[in-house]
């Protein structure tokens, strides 16, 4: 496992300033963290809410799902490690746009419906990464009714 991490961390989230993978890992990391926030934040991580995330991750970044269960791990790791959002959050707002910020959002509302019940640290969390990440009141709340449906 610890060798599958370090391979993971090794092909993409080098700190080369000319590679884009480097930037591509930074943002699939600190998203799959962000989405472990929240199914963690009701301190119950169920079957639904990791098949959501990792059906989510797999639509969004397009790896393997081998590649997909080690970005899973080492994002629950970092979210182990990591007392702040700051850390996910920063890595998002330096490389995306506000669309995909917005996107973002949407996803982490999935996580929170995926056990078919919002919990109030669950709806806390996200408003708190909305604000971090400078997503409009206005795009939060239609994330959040569109996710609802």
């Keep these: 496992m610890i060798k599958s991490l370090k391979s993971y961390l090794d092909n993409f989230l080098q700190e080369s300033p000319d590679n884009d993978t480097s930037h591509k890992g930074k943002i699939e990391l600190a998203t799959a963290a962000l989405m472990i926030e929240i199914s963690l934040a009701d301190e119950n991580i169920g079957d639904n809410e990791y098949k959501t ?15 997909i269960d080690e970005l899973i791990s080492l994002a629950e790791d970092e979210v182990d490690r990591t007392v702040s959002l700051h850390e996910f959050t920063e890595v998002i707002n330096n490389q995306l746009s506000a669309t995909e910020k917005t ?47």
């Design 103 to 149: 996107s973002i959002i949407e996803n982490l509302w999935r996580v929170a419906y995926a056990d078919a019940h919002l919990h109030k640290y669950e709806e806390y969390y996200i408003r708190k990464i909305a604000d971090l990440l400078h997503v409009s009141h206005s795009d939060y709340i239609k994330t959040k009714l569109k996710a609802e449906k």
């Design 53 to 67: 995330i990792k059906d989510m991750l797999l639509e969004r970044f397009h790896l393997d799902e081998t590649q």
